[in-house]
């Protein structure tokens, strides 16, 4: 009976550690796509509003007596 205990034992084992194993690596996967996903967002992001924000921050620079960028 105990042979059998220990056998179960490291199976159940054995398998957790399969288990937790493949987590982190899907894990990785998963922030690796959340990082891309919000680099495109932030790429996006500048190409639309890139002339505005030019704008704003020459408005600000000849406010305070500075000289525009082009």
């Known amino acids: 009976m ?6 179960m ?7 957790k550690t399969r288990l ?6 899907a894990t ?3 922030y690796g796509l ?5 680099a495109a967002f932030v790429i996006g992001v ?3 509003l890139g002339g505005e ?9 000849a406010g305070m007596g500075g000289t525009r960028v082009p």
């Not at 034992?9 to 398998?15: E, K, P, Y």
């Not at 924000?53 to 620079?61: E, L, P, S, T, Y």
């Open 20 to 25: 937790s194993g493949e987590e982190k690596g």
């Open 28 to 30: 990785a996967v998963e």
């Open 2 to 7: 105990t042979g059998l205990m220990v056998s």
């Open 34 to 38: 959340l990082v891309a996903l919000i």
């Open 53 to 61: 924000i030019k704008g704003a921050f020459n408005d600000i620079v």
């Open 46 to 48: 500048v190409t639309v």
């Open 9 to 15: 034992l490291t199976f159940v084992s054995g398998i």
